[in-house]
């Protein structure tokens, strides 16, 4: 099955899932060949392994709390937070509290 995306011009609702949020799913919003955008859902104790992505990215903590590690640093990101990282940084991610994040990854062209 195909995952829908977004079309140019197109509203995407990112408010925080309150009480929906136990039983979401993490989705991706739209990619292109430049950019991918996905909210993702981090469950309390649920844990995203090391890994690293080539372009830079954000993360943007909607509700809940996680905790990212990258370059022996630990930090906990709150709702209405927003972290960067560089391309090519390892980090992962741990969710604290139950969480939706906006994640977007600038792809780069292989």
Same mark, same amino acid.
Do not use: C, W
């Given at each position: 099955?195909? !995952?829908?995306?977004?079309?140019? #011009?197109?509203?995407? +609702? =990112?408010?925080?899932? #309150?009480?929906?949020?136990?039983?979401?799913?993490?989705?991706? &919003?739209?990619?292109?060949?430049?950019? *991918?955008?996905?909210?993702? =859902?981090?469950?309390?104790?649920?844990?995203?392994?090391?890994?690293?992505?080539?372009?830079? !990215?954000? &993360?943007?903590? !909607?509700?809940?709390?996680?905790?990212?590690?990258? +370059?022996? /640093?630990?930090?906990?990101? *709150?709702? @209405?937070? &927003?972290?960067?990282?560089? @391309? #090519?940084?390892?980090?992962? &991610?741990? @969710?604290?509290? +139950?969480?939706?994040?906006?994640? /977007?990854?600038?792809?780069?062209?292989?």
């Amino acid at each position: 099955m195909a !995952i829908l995306h977004a079309h140019p #011009g197109q509203a995407i +609702d =990112i408010h925080p899932l #309150g009480a929906e949020l136990p039983h979401a799913r993490s989705t991706a &919003l739209f990619k292109t060949a430049e950019l *991918e955008v996905m909210r993702m =859902i981090l469950p309390a104790g649920k844990s995203v392994p090391p890994h690293s992505v080539p372009g830079e !990215i954000t &993360l943007q903590a !909607i509700e809940g709390s996680i905790e990212i590690a990258y +370059d022996n /640093t630990v930090q906990r990101l *709150e709702a @209405g937070q &927003l972290i960067f990282l560089p @391309g #090519g940084v390892v980090h992962s &991610l741990k @969710g604290l509290i +139950d969480a939706s994040v906006l994640v /977007t990854i600038v792809l780069k062209p292989r």
